[in-house]
């Protein structure tokens, strides 16, 4: 009982406005015929491999004038497009060059209504190439460009004001001053702190910093499976959500097609999946964090919370790259009043 009455403080006390902060980037999706370019291209399948602007050039060039398309990207600005898109007050925080990419992730920013703060330089935006494999699992050769260069020194004092939660992608271990300032001010500031880890390799090679960043300023830790894995040293399922759990008030392992583990304080609840049919995993968690953001500003118990993300990334999933149209936005609009009940 105890639990329940702290458990809804604490739901009341997080309702409101999310800023993210995030690598704004530009996707460049290609559907590959078959897994063998990336071998030829040393990109481990799944993983996010940072190059350098020739290097992002080759990738291009050696697939040819395959199969491709361009959405906005980068992996908190997915998860505040989707806040947005469900009409949540949204704000982000990121570098963009003076070029037409950075238009391109500008316009779609503000189209949605995000507060943009976005910092220019003189640099060419960042961009990620999706290669997507036939079996609908997607990895990146990610060209930085001017989103490396958004640094603590960027971040303006009065930002943090009006918002509730404070949203951060682990893909900008990078700048490691940047995170901790970021953090550390956004608690300061009373917002509740949410970080996906994003990929496995990311968390592998920035291990023991993740864990001080998490354990010291996150309030809701995202993880798929392998990220976990890498997370807690090798751990599965329950024990991997117990040592993330210690972390983090609240704790998500995403577990694919078996659904995802939620766990806040000693009360841990299984959610399942919708089932869809996949083409582009591109965005599958940061959409999982939107719906389950959504869920917690509207009150909602996790279950509740767990599911809107399961459907948020179910819908993703069959489009190619992480954005959605207005048609699907709709659906997903219904759905979720038919989960809210
Ligand atoms: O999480 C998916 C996103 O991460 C990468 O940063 C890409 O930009 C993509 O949109």
Redesign the pocket.
């Known amino acids: 009982m105890q639990l329940l009455v702290c458990y809804d403080i604490y739901l009341k006390e997080i309702m409101g406005k999310v800023l993210g902060m995030g690598?704004a980037?530009v996707?460049i999706l290609m559907q590959l015929e078959s897994d063998a370019v990336l071998n030829e291209l040393s990109l481990p399948k799944g993983s996010?491999q940072l190059v350098d602007g020739e290097t992002a050039n080759k990738v291009l060039q050696i697939l040819g004038n395959g199969k491709s398309s361009k959405a906005s990207?980068?992996?908190a600005a997915?998860t505040i497009h989707g806040l947005a898109n469900l009409g949540i007050e949204t704000g982000f925080l990121g570098k963009i060059g003076r070029d037409s990419w950075g238009d391109f992730f500008r316009k779609d920013m503000e189209f949605k209504n995000i507060s943009p703060l976005l910092l220019e330089s003189d640099s060419d935006s960042g961009r990620?190439i999706?290669l997507i494999s036939p079996d609908s699992e997607r990895t990146?050769a990610?060209y930085l460009g001017a989103a490396v260069e958004l640094s603590a020194a960027d971040i303006p004092t009065d930002i943090f004001q009006g918002y509730a939660y404070f949203h951060v992608e682990g893909?900008l271990v990078q700048n490691r001053d940047l995170i901790r300032k970021a953090l550390v001010k956004a608690r300061k500031n009373g917002l509740k702190v949410s970080l996906d880890l994003?990929s496995f390799n990311v968390v592998e090679d920035n291990l023991a910093f993740l864990r001080e960043v998490v354990s010291d300023h996150v309030d809701i830790l995202f993880a798929n499976e392998e990220e976990a894995r890498s997370f807690t040293g090798g751990l599965n399922n329950h024990e991997a959500l117990d040592y993330m759990g210690k972390m983090a008030e609240i704790t998500i392992l995403k577990k694919g097609s078996e659904g995802s583990l939620i766990k806040h304080f000693d009360t841990v609840v299984k959610v399942g999946v919708v089932q869809a049919k996949p083409i582009d995993t591109?965005?599958a968690?940061?959409l999982y964090a939107a719906g389950f953001l959504y869920g917690l500003i509207k009150s909602l118990p996790l279950e509740k919370c767990g599911q809107l993300g399961a459907l948020l990334s179910a819908s993703v999933i069959e489009v190619i790259g992480?954005k959605m149209d207005e048609e699907r936005w709709a659906v997903i609009k219904s759905e979720i009043e038919r989960i809210i009940g």
Do not use: I, R
Request: hydrophobic content about 30%; proline content about 5%; cysteine-free.
């Open positions: 690598n980037l996707d996010m990207g980068g992996s997915n990620a999706a990146f990610t893909y994003a591109t965005g968690g940061d992480p």
